[in-house]
């Protein structure tokens, strides 16, 4: 079951991804990231993305991967729970420069590196989700955040 958000009663905060099995013990690496670079980070920085709940996780992964890849890769939940949640920064929709980055698209270098400041700055990132205007997600650096979450399969 999914523990219950602060607001409700609950503690914690819990970044969730959905990962082929084949990763899942390397999870939060950021070796995509590093590789490729993201929506929020350049290529060469180990940013880890995931969805503060797990259903946006899995829409994530369809919208990127495609609904096809759920059917035919073995996936399984992955997840860092956050005790400290003073650790984490929110960005307000309206502090980002481009309304269009939170929109579905190719990211652009000014986007990437916007999200490259913020990962410096702060040890936890939560921004508004590109697939879903009501989702939020968790992003974090590899080495900055290392020993300031829990993990869990």
């Known amino acids: 079951m999914t ?3 602060a ?3 609950g503690s914690d905060l819990i ?4 990962d082929q099995a084949a990763f899942a013990p390397t999870w939060d690496t950021g070796e995509g990231a590093y ?3 993201g929506r929020w ?3 060469g920085v180990r940013a880890v993305y995931c969805s503060i709940d797990p259903s946006t996780a899995i829409l994530e992964v369809a919208v990127h991967k495609g609904f096809r890849a759920l059917d035919t890769i073995a996936h399984v939940m992955t997840a860092a729970i956050i005790s400290d949640v003073t650790d984490v920064h929110v960005v307000d929709p309206a ?4 309304a269009n980055w939170l929109r579905p698209g ?3 270098s000014g986007q990437q590196a916007f999200g490259d400041d913020l990962l410096k700055r702060h040890r936890f990132v939560v921004i508004p989700s590109a697939v879903s205007q009501y989702s939020w997600n968790l992003i974090f650096e590899a080495s900055v955040a290392k020993g300031a ?3 869990k399969y």
């Open 95 to 98: 502090a980002v420069p481009n």
């Open 35 to 37: 590789r490729v670079g």
């Open 149 to 151: 979450y829990e993990m």
């Open 7 to 9: 607001a409700l009663g």
């Open 15 to 18: 970044g969730w991804r959905l």
């Open 41 to 43: 980070n350049s290529r």
């Open 3 to 5: 523990p219950l958000p």
């Open 106 to 108: 190719i990211p652009s």
